[in-house]
């Protein structure tokens, strides 16, 4: 099928017989007999949300598509043919506890107190549901476990304050994590891991706090750790996913001499020098690694691939799956993928086809990633049918879509404004049991904030939330902008609002965007009220 994919115009006439997932990619198929419409079916006046309105009612902001009306309102997500999962706890428990903690407490012992009027049953299940539910909210997420280590015959896993440890570096307390880490190491039974302090690394190393991750990797011998390869390596992959390549470059030497490295150790240095675009650097890393005994392997030679790939260098490329070819390095399917995806962004498109075709002559069979590179690639081409076409592939195949998929599926749909068929694909991943992220949700937010689509864009946060996503930065920025650019201030204010009782600090574009747009309105109460609020979030941020 992919070979076919090289020789197709733009607009595929193929009568392929579609049989996997034509229920949900069917929208997004074009052909010569049925006009690709850019309009969607009527919409129809649908039910009140229990979101209150902080602006004037468009009448967009009610309605539905028809055929996803019914799951919009039940906001059921379990598939009606399917028995619900077995729990270990009282789903309405979880519910009315996010509930409570959902009031803005003053504090995080004020969320516990109000718990403590309630007899909700503890269970481990619970706690991890609910920590998940507010991993971007440190305060009703830290009143929670309090309250929950306060009830009688429970005591936390220590997956519950690994969960916790990553919520308090997420927000950038860092006291009150390292208090929970002392606190994991009073209580012993090896609840202390290095779960725990990769926990502690990356959050530190995310804060640009790089030397006290070096630190606290110092100090791991007195929570009962070793500084072992492992540990080292874990160390210089968090300090080199923050661009800390001199740094990881630094720790390593420092300890090698202590703890024998491995060839991982300086495959996470070539990527930190590679994401730097320090090449010549990464080339004598391998080097380097080599006199260490260590050959370089296809780990190693990607890592240059991506970065040639990155400043669309494809005769570099070129020269560098020639070395690993005469080197006896074998490109594996990430390798392909990447150049596949580099050639489609550059829109190269026929030459990313004819990826795959070099791929099968090195005998790599393609995986769920390249399959989503490709649809990706053809989605932006606007070649929807091959991108159905290729989902019919992937299944022949035995490859199994994954959320990866599923968001480049969505994202396609979005971008090409099909709205129904985008809700279809979210309905669907949810009743083939695949779990969304954030990622899932962006596209969908950014074309309901387009289309004022206000009551299925609370549906959608609602639908994140029971799947058990917190809402992040990203999101929050996303639906601020969103709501200034279609002129919902209100709505644009609220968001805005929450994101920082939720101790985020908005970037300064999103803030001088909405004070422009309340400029614009004269809305100087509601100006005053928004740099009230970026003053709270840099001061509590201390940036």
């Known amino acids: ?61 009610d309605f539905v598509i028809p055929s996803l009306a019914s799951w919009v309102e039940t906001h059921n997500l379990n598939h009606p043919t399917k028995p619900p999962k077995p729990s270990t706890f009282d789903t309405d ?16 012992e004020n969320a516990a107190e109000a718990l403590e009027r309630y007899d909700f049953e503890v269970s481990n299940g619970l706690v991890q549901r609910v920590l998940m539910r507010f991993s971007n909210d440190w305060a009703p997420a830290l009143g929670f476990f309090t309250w929950a280590k306060r009830r009688t015959g429970y005591r936390h896993l220590p997956e519950a304050y690994n969960s916790m440890v990553d919520v308090l570096g997420k927000s950038k307390n860092f006291e009150l994590m390292w208090d929970f880490v002392k606190e994991m190491d009073q209580i012993g039974d090896g609840y202390v891991t290095l779960e725990t302090m990769t926990k502690v690394f990356r959050r530190l190393a995310k804060a640009g706090k790089h030397q006290e991750a070096i630190e606290a990797f110092r100090g791991m011998e007195r929570f009962g750790l070793s500084k072992d390869v492992v540990a080292l390596n874990t160390l210089l ?28 150790s300086f495959n996470v240095l070539i990527h930190g020098w590679c994401k730097n675009r320090k090449l010549d650097i990464a080339r004598n890393t391998m080097e380097e690694m080599e006199r260490h005994g260590f050959r370089p392997d296809v780990f190693s030679y990607t890592c240059l691939v991506e970065a040639y ?8 490329v070129d020269e560098v799956l020639s070395e690993m070819k005469g080197k006896a390095c074998e490109p594996n399917a990430v ?28 005998g790599v069979v393609p995986d769920v990633s390249f399959y989503s590179s490709l649809i990706y690639i053809l989605g932006k081409a606007g070649r929807l049918k091959d991108v159905q076409e290729v989902v019919e592939d992937m299944t022949k195949q035995g490859v199994k879509p994954d959320a990866m998929t599923y968001n480049t599926l969505i994202s396609c749909a979005c971008e090409h404004a099909q709205e129904e068929a985008a809700l279809k694909l979210l309905k669907k ?115």
């Open 93 to 108: 428990d979880l519910e009315s506890i996010s509930r409570i903690l959902k009031t803005r407490y003053p504090s995080a």
């Open 429 to 543: 991943m949810e009743e083939d049991s695949c779990k969304p992220d954030v990622q899932t949700y962006a596209p969908l937010l950014k074309m309901c904030c387009r289309k004022k689509r206000m009551k299925v864009l609370y549906f959608l946060l609602d639908h994140m939330f029971k799947n058990d996503i917190s809402i992040d930065a990203g999101t929050y920025a996303l639906l601020v902008r969103g709501m200034c650019k279609n002129g919902k201030l209100e709505n644009a204010c609220s968001f805005f609002e929450e994101m920082v009782l939720k101790s985020f600090v908005p970037k300064d574009s999103t803030y001088k965007m909405l004070l422009e747009e309340l400029q614009g309105k004269s809305m100087e109460n509601e100006k005053k009220h928004i740099e009230e609020l970026m003053l709270q979030a840099k001061e509590q941020g201390n940036v």
């Open 237 to 264: 992959n968090a300090l080199v996913k923050e661009r800390s390549a001199e740094l990881a470059q630094e720790a390593f030497l420092e300890f090698k001499e202590s703890i024998p490295v491995n060839s991982h």
């Open 335 to 362: 390798t392909f993928t990447i150049v596949m995806h580099a050639l489609g962004k550059a829109r190269e498109i026929t030459k990313a086809l004819e990826v795959y075709e070099l791929m099968k002559g090195n």
């Open 309 to 316: 790939c990155s400043d669309k260098d494809f005769r570099k």
């Open 1 to 61: 099928m992919l070979t076919r994919l090289h020789n197709l115009k733009l607009h595929s006439t193929s009568k392929t017989h579609i049989n996997a997932l034509r229920y949900f990619l069917n929208p997004l198929c074009t052909t010569t007999e049925v006009a690709e419409s850019p309009e969607l079916p009527s919409w129809v006046k649908f039910f009140e949300t229990n979101h209150p309105k902080h602006a004037a009612s468009d009448e967009d902001d």
